[in-house]
């Protein structure tokens, strides 16, 4: 039978209408495209394994605010806690770890810059600490960042914390070189530096139990971003719209609470602005 050519137009016109809708309803999780972390039915996540409050592990578990966060926002994902995969990723390998795929995500005190944004999409801020100092207890000379002058400050690879004192600043601190903020807590304890400058959260966290103080002088605000493949928008979005969820359900106010309260800082509880996807 000759079917008629008018018809298999049609057919084929309808054919390509239903393969659309098949495909935009196959994009995953939240309507991400393939290969977003809105489209993963499980996630890798980066978290730091040393920063006590925020990302610590003991043995194979890891606990922190960073974490929690990020355990809320895979969950608002559609990924369960027992989908997800925690790995220690330090500063110095954030963005490598993102470009190669070892990580979907990262939630790790990732600091929302110009540069990384080059090379990485952030969602969020998911929380704006303040950059402070941390000196010995009986330190007496040091009451503001213009006292670093002369001091030895720590300089963990990959932050960009000791730039906001000697670069932004031009304040002549000698920066003395670690891998992680907490090999600069033995080497401040050991007299090998005078001050570790970074967020506030860092340090309130390695405050407890130490024989250290916070200075109480905070010069900037930081934005602590998560970290996505560079281009992954959808997931941006669905991140963003986790993140609204959890400030509005009073859930970040629970968590935050849970690991500062004591610390004294005054904690902030509503939506932080966000950068918008790029």
């Not at 016109?13 to 196959?26: H, L, Q, R, S």
């Not at 806690?81 to 390998?93: D, E, G, L, M």
Request: aromatic letters at 6%; hydrophobic letters at 40%.
């Amino acid at each position: 039978m000759r079917i008629p050519r008018g018809r298999v137009r049609a057919g084929a016109a309808v054919f390509t209408a239903v393969a659309a809708v098949a495909a935009a309803a196959g994009c995953g999780i939240g309507g991400g495209e393939a290969g977003s972390v809105a489209a993963k039915r499980s996630l890798v996540i980066g978290v730091k394994a040393d920063q006590p409050g925020l990302g610590l592990r003991s043995g194979d578990t890891y606990t922190g605010f960073d974490v929690d966060v990020a355990v809320y926002i895979a969950g608002r994902l559609g990924v369960p806690r027992s989908r997800i995969t925690f790995r220690a990723t330090p500063s110095s390998i954030r963005e490598k770890s993102l470009r190669d795929g070892a990580v979907d995500m990262i939630v790790a005190t990732y600091s929302i810059t110009a540069k990384r944004k080059t090379q990485v999409t952030f969602a969020g801020p998911y929380y704006v600490p303040h950059q402070d100092t941390l000196v010995r207890a009986d330190d007496t000379t040091i009451r503001n960042v213009r006292d670093l002058a002369g001091k030895r400050l720590c300089e963990v690879t990959g932050s960009n914390s000791w730039r906001r004192v000697i670069e932004e600043r031009k304040i002549a601190a000698t920066p003395v070189r670690s891998p992680t903020y907490s090999r600069c807590m033995d080497m401040l304890a050991a007299g090998q530096i005078d001050a570790v400058s970074t967020d506030d959260l860092i340090l309130a966290g390695f405050a407890a139990d130490r024989p250290v103080k916070i200075i109480n002088a905070p010069f900037t605000d930081e934005k602590y971003g998560v970290g996505l493949r560079k281009g992954d928008l959808d997931g941006c979005e669905a991140v963003n719209r986790a993140i609204t969820q959890m400030y509005q359900s009073g859930h970040a106010a629970t968590l935050l609470n849970k690991w500062f309260r004591r610390s004294g800082l005054k904690l902030a509880t509503s939506v932080p602005q966000f950068e918008g996807c790029s």
